[in-house]
């Protein structure tokens, strides 16, 4: 069945930059959009962007642009999503999200990755 | 910008209840840009309706979802215990091009 796998938690300094991983299994990779959602500690989902594998193209949140970069590997089936000029308000649970081929909704999630950004 | 917003912020109900959950926009989304989501605590969201009215795969047909335009509606006919948990409302559409409301905590009364 259909997995995402992401990274283990991260540790950050303010101004420094975490780069999370989300590796996807028993579906066709590049045909999915995926999407990054993040979670601030007892908020709500905020999407910071997504990409479209087969044909290499991001779109970001304007909220994020100039400091998130969402990238893919086909061959190894995984996204990424790099996030620059860390702060504390970046502390967060980072999801990644696959988009259904029926419509613009998420069908499978990953579990999380927690990052903490603290001096 | 649309803005999802959603009603009640917490909901009190009892299992064997109906909960009717709320989620208005600040303009017209297309039904067929229009989910939900469960989020249990430490969990990642569940799809649980799209589309406005369709109930994803392995969903109980105690959830429904309905409405059009800028008012949407999330019912749950009779709770169970393990339905208590954050609901969100998400749209598709214009940047951003993806919207959470900011959820509903159904909580057990």
């Known amino acids: 069945q259909v997995q995402l796998v992401q990274s283990g938690a991260e540790v950050k300094k303010p101004g420094s930059s975490v780069k999370v991983s989300c590796k996807a299994s028993g579906g066709t990779f590049s045909s999915y959009t995926i999407s990054w959602v993040r979670q601030a500690p007892g908020q709500g989902l905020e999407w910071m962007g997504r990409i479209i594998p087969i044909l290499g193209i991001a779109n970001y949140a304007q909220k994020f642009q100039g400091r998130v970069t969402i990238t893919a590997d086909k061959s190894t089936s995984t996204a990424y999503m790099e996030l620059s000029s860390l702060r504390s308000e970046d502390t967060a649970v980072y999801y990644c999200a696959r988009e259904s081929l029926s419509g613009p909704h998420y069908d499978y999630w990953g579990q999380g990755t927690l990052v903490t950004v603290s001096s | 910008e649309i803005v999802l917003t959603q009603s009640p912020a917490t909901l009190s109900l009892s299992p064997g209840e109906r909960a009717t959950l709320s989620c208005g926009a600040s303009q017209s989304v297309s039904s067929s840009y229009l989910a939900w989501y469960q989020q249990k605590p430490g969990l990642a969201p569940r799809l649980l309706i799209y589309?406005?009215?369709s109930r994803a795969t392995g969903i109980p047909d105690r959830f429904s979802g309905s409405g059009s335009g800028t008012d949407f509606t999330l019912t749950i006919s009779r709770l169970e215990p393990e339905d208590f948990a954050v609901y969100y409302c998400q749209q598709y559409g214009s940047s951003p091009l993806y919207t959470f409301g900011q959820g509903t905590k159904l909580e057990i009364k």
């Open positions: 589309d406005a009215s």
